[in-house]
């Protein structure tokens, strides 16, 4: 059960748009719509920022949106923040286990 | 506001077994359909899901873990419980506790960091 695969990095200025891919299987990503993402700090816990693909917890802005298609999952944030820099690590239910990708470090420029 | 808190050991020798609880406040561990899991993170590494346990005692693994781990649950305590045998360099990592449904973890643990080495 390989980690599912994200970009190890991806960056850009404050007030642009990025987009994080998670590439996954017709096992995990592909089979479910049960895909989150998770935004870390270092030292931190992750916190849920999307869950079922596209869906927010109260708290979370509307800046970042989910979404899939086929077997790879994305996150996208809008008008970047300086406290956007962080790690992303998405997740996918994998019928028997839980997957997380292998994490991408956004770095707001 | 429902808190998780692992507790245990820091420091576990090569070869010996790793055991970690939880203290699950703000909420009971029983019902509803979320399950109870555990997450680990060695240093300057990504997430690693271990396994998860509904209130019933029905759990899950990872299948390159399940031969050495062991999830409890005692609802007497709020609690539920890691055990992972064989222990190596390997398993150092934050574990995290968490809760769980349909693999979206809301609440997690503030993690505690475990470490093998003799």
């Known amino acids: 059960q390989s980690a599912l695969t994200q970009p190890r990095s991806v960056s850009g200025p404050p007030g642009q748009s990025v987009t994080i891919s998670c590439a996954g299987t017709?096992?995990?990503?592909?089979?479910?719509?049960?895909v989150s993402w998770y935004q870390q700090h270092p030292g931190k816990a992750p916190k849920l920022m999307i869950f079922?693909?596209?869906k927010r917890p109260s708290g979370v802005p509307d800046r970042f949106s989910g979404s899939k298609s086929g077997n790879t999952a994305s996150l996208s944030i809008s008008g970047l923040q300086a406290d956007d820099e962080s790690d992303y690590y998405c997740?996918?239910?994998?019928?028997?286990?839980?997957?997380f990708g292998e994490g991408t470090k956004l770095t707001v420029l | 506001q429902l808190q998780l808190q692992e507790s245990g050991p820091g420091l576990v020798k090569p070869s010996e077994t790793l055991s970690l609880s939880c203290t699950v406040s703000?909420?009971?561990?029983?019902?509803?359909?979320?399950?109870w899991a555990w997450i680990r993170q060695p240093p300057g590494k990504g997430l690693e899901w271990i396994g998860s346990?509904?209130?019933?005692?029905?759990?899950f693994y990872r299948p390159s873990l399940k031969s050495r781990v062991t999830i409890s649950v005692d609802t007497s305590k709020n609690q539920f419980s890691l055990n992972l045998n064989s222990v190596t360099a390997a398993d150092t990592a934050v574990y995290y506790c968490?809760?769980?449904?349909?693999?979206?973890?809301?609440?997690w643990g503030q993690g505690t960091l475990v470490t093998v080495s003799s």
């Open positions: 346990i509904y209130y019933t005692g029905k759990a």
């Open positions: 079922d693909v596209s």
């Open positions: 703000g909420g009971s561990i029983s019902g509803s359909s979320y399950y």
């Open positions: 997740c996918s239910h994998a019928g028997t286990y839980v997957l």
């Open positions: 968490a809760r769980e449904i349909g693999g979206t973890t809301e609440y």
């Open positions: 017709s096992s995990d990503v592909g089979a479910y719509n049960y």
